[in-house]
């Protein structure tokens, strides 16, 4: 991760940034980041996930994006022989669908200074699927390993910065941007622990930096920003 915020703000100073545009538009692509799960470990670890999306923007303020994400969670015990052993390693996979929103879009003077600075801020929340594949300790004998298989609903809450490099007819050909998003997992599980002490919710954390391709579908006509 220490990688990959340098790369986001040396790409941010040397190309032409704008905004999003207002014509109709679908992305395809992908990034990787940080992921962190907050089961029933007493040590929460961060792992390396890749994910690949498509998105559609009907207009300048909404952006709706199916998601593929593929990861690792772990946990650790401080103490193995104390009185939370729990520990494991998640092999995930995700499948995510959100809906997001620029908050200009209930602003009046789209041309104030709050404006400009929250032009390239999306927030939003979806639906999705959470697939586990588990290694982890038993809990009631450390000395064995179980392996567990579930699928848990989860509910997104995303913030996004975008921005566009643009050509010299203003037109956008890439998009990058910075998220932050904690997904709440329905039930137990995130851990592969069913126990009594276990958690009947978790959540986990994904930061990430991602780039998309934009394809528009009608002729602009105009400048891709005002």
Partial sequence: MKYIIPLFVLIFISGRLKA???????????????????????VQKTNLAWFAEAGY???????????EQIGTF?????????????????????????IDVAPTIILNDK??????????VYLGTGLGLLFSDITNVNFYNIQAKDHITNFLPVVPLKSQYEYSIVNNREEAVLKLDLSSSFYYAIGKGIDGYYDSFARHGAFYYFLNIGIKYPFNLIESGRPYNK
């Fill in 111 to 120: 041309q104030s200074t709050l404006a400009n600075v929250l032009k390239n």
């Fill in 57 to 67: 923007y009907p207009g300048t303020y909404v952006v709706m994006t199916a998601e």
């Fill in 20 to 42: 999003q545009g207002s014509v109709p538009q679908i992305t395809l692509g992908g990034g990787a980041g940080g992921t962190t799960a907050f089961g029933g470990t007493e």
């Fill in 74 to 98: 772990s946990g650790a015990s401080l103490n193995p022989n104390g009185v939370n052993p729990k520990s494991f390693i998640n092999n995930y996979n995700a499948t995510i669908f959100n």
